[in-house]
């Protein structure tokens, strides 16, 4: 079983930057992916970024593109998401997944994800 703890959500102003980060803990494999989604009020939750211990760089979705950093800690047990330049579309509960790779089909989504965290609010006042 592997444990996801989101942190880091807050309210910011458009342009301004929020950090958000995952504490992963429990039976992980070596290597394995995390990716950060987002769902906003009445829409689909949707993959931004996601990091594979076996991948060179990490993948992201069109929409956070140039705006958005995942990265990993050097203990490996934190995954960050750094956002800039946010955007009132950026608004959102955002969560993490443990899954055991990236998905090729869709771009900062993990593929079949087998935990979730809790989430964490981001709000981007315009």
């Known amino acids: 079983q592997v444990q996801l703890v989101e942190s880091g959500g807050g309210l910011v102003q458009a342009g301004g930057s929020l950090r958000l980060s995952c504490g992963v803990s429990?039976?992980?494999?070596?290597?394995?992916?995390i990716g950060w989604y987002r769902q906003a009020p009445g829409k689909a939750r949707e993959g931004v970024a996601c990091?594979?211990?076996?991948?060179?760089?990490?993948y992201y979705a069109n929409s956070v593109k140039g705006r958005f950093t995942i990265s990993k800690g050097n203990a490996e047990t934190s995954v960050y998401l750094q956002m800039n330049s946010l955007a009132p579309e950026d608004t959102g509960v955002y969560y993490c997944?443990?899954?055991?790779?990236?998905?090729?089909?869709?771009?900062?989504?993990?593929?079949?994800?087998?935990?979730w965290g809790q989430g964490t609010q981001v709000t981007v006042s315009a």
């Open positions: 429990g039976r992980t494999l070596d290597y394995y992916a």
């Open positions: 990091i594979d211990d076996n991948e060179p760089t990490p």
């Open positions: 997944a443990y899954a055991l790779h990236c998905s090729r089909a869709y771009i900062g989504s993990a593929l079949n994800p087998e935990s």
